[in-house]
């Protein structure tokens, strides 16, 4: 058994930041030093960028198309130049077990490129999963919609997807933290995902999770949820799995429909098994679906900065809105107004129930987290006009 797990092959997880956003976000990752086991690829239409920061491992895209200036904030350029480039970008993610894409959406380059590299990962056999960033309000109508455009493009590549929205960390902060250090925070939320699943395939625990029980989970389709908790001691262990569930900019997503959920827990010391127990049965009184499959990993590490750690990863979510009642089903009732217009296919007004159904499925096709922040600001906007 020793000599099996001294011989066993290493995972190599492969972090592509697509565009300036996810160019920074590696570049970051690249200043933690995760280790060997990482390998972090910038891809970037913009050859300034790209020469700007320290990842050893660069993808120049399009450079016939775009000359290294840039998708000019459109997505169908972005495609292009990942077309144009795909050899390269199948050769950067060669010999790679997991590939991590991270990008923020609602501009050129990282809308437009990352389904085509999460494509490139699907057929290439490599289990495939995206973390991208939703715009910020202000930026506007349009930028929403490439990125809305972008989500739905990468929905079928990639076996799952996380969102993380800026205006929710706007929310989550205060009037006068810095734009910097705003950045940096969500940044902190990428970086401690992303370590936590280089630690779950990198050490081997005492009970592991590896590869394939990850292929598994996230073969399940729809929204995905993806967090990390901490505790500075095991008996807070509920308060570092309530963290992980609830994250502000990830998880507003719902776990009671997951199919499939991986539990990695890591510990400084040796976990009661009361705690080992209790975690998994606290998930799985969240569940509608008794036959979930649950994961559960243990690993040990005695220079971990907290006692407890608890690394959540969750799949194959159906969006909220679609788990009514045989009863509600019956009623052909729109739940559109005229600030989700937006993705309606015609601009007339719904009268048949055949496009009613076809709006109300465009819309649940919206992540949940969009979804939220749209209907917060319909409320926000209803009390200012009742004011």
Not at 22 to 39: A, D, F, Q, R, Y
Not at 253 to 265: E, P, S, V, Y
Request: charged share 20%; glycine share 8%; with cysteine.
């Amino acid at each position: 058994m020793e000599e099996l797990l001294q011989t066993r092959a290493e995972i190599l997880i492969t972090v592509v930041g697509i565009g300036g956003c996810g160019c920074n976000t590696v570049n970051m990752l690249h200043e933690s030093n995760l280790g060997h086991s990482v390998n972090l690829l910038a891809v970037n239409t913009d050859l300034a960028t790209l020469n700007f920061i320290d990842v050893e491992n660069k993808v120049l895209i399009g450079e016939n198309l775009t000359n290294g200036y840039g998708a000019g904030a459109d997505p169908a350029v972005g495609l292009k130049a990942a077309q144009e480039s795909e050899e390269a970008i199948e050769n950067a993610l060669q010999g790679s077990d997991v590939v991590v894409i991270t990008a923020g959406f609602g501009g050129g380059t990282g809308t437009g490129a990352s389904p085509l590299v999460a494509k490139v990962a699907r057929e290439l056999g490599i289990s495939c999963i995206a973390i991208v960033t939703l715009p910020f309000e202000s930026e506007g109508k349009m930028r929403m919609d490439y990125a809305l455009q972008g989500l739905g493009d990468i929905k079928e590549p990639a076996q799952a997807f996380i969102t993380l929205s800026n205006d929710l960390l706007l929310k989550g902060l205060c009037d006068s933290v810095g734009l910097f250090s705003a950045f940096k925070q969500s940044n902190d939320v990428l970086k401690n995902l992303v370590s936590a699943l280089v630690q779950m395939f990198t050490q081997t625990g005492f009970i592991n999770v590896d590869k394939n029980d990850f292929s598994r989970i996230l073969s399940y389709e729809g929204e995905s949820i993806l967090g990390v908790g901490k505790a500075e001691s095991e008996d807070q262990y509920l308060e570092a799995l309530e963290q992980a569930l609830n994250n502000p900019l990830v998880s507003i997503a719902n776990i009671d429909t997951a199919k499939g959920i991986i539990i990695q827990i890591v510990c400084r010391e040796e976990i009661q098994l009361s705690t080992y127990d209790g975690i998994p049965k606290q998930i799985r009184s969240k569940l509608a679906n008794e036959s979930a499959l649950i994961v559960v990993g243990v690993t040990l590490d005695p220079n971990l900065d907290s006692a407890l750690e608890i690394l959540l990863i969750a799949s194959g979510i159906s969006c909220a809105d679609k788990q009514v009642s045989n009863k509600e089903q019956t009623k052909k009732v729109s739940y559109l107004d005229d600030d989700l217009s937006f993705i309606r296919h015609e601009s007339s007004s719904i009268e048949s129930n055949e496009q009613v159904a076809s709006a109300e499925a465009d819309y649940t096709d919206i992540p949940a987290i969009t979804r939220k922040l749209l209907e917060a600001q319909r409320l926000n906007d209803l009390a200012q006009v009742k004011v």
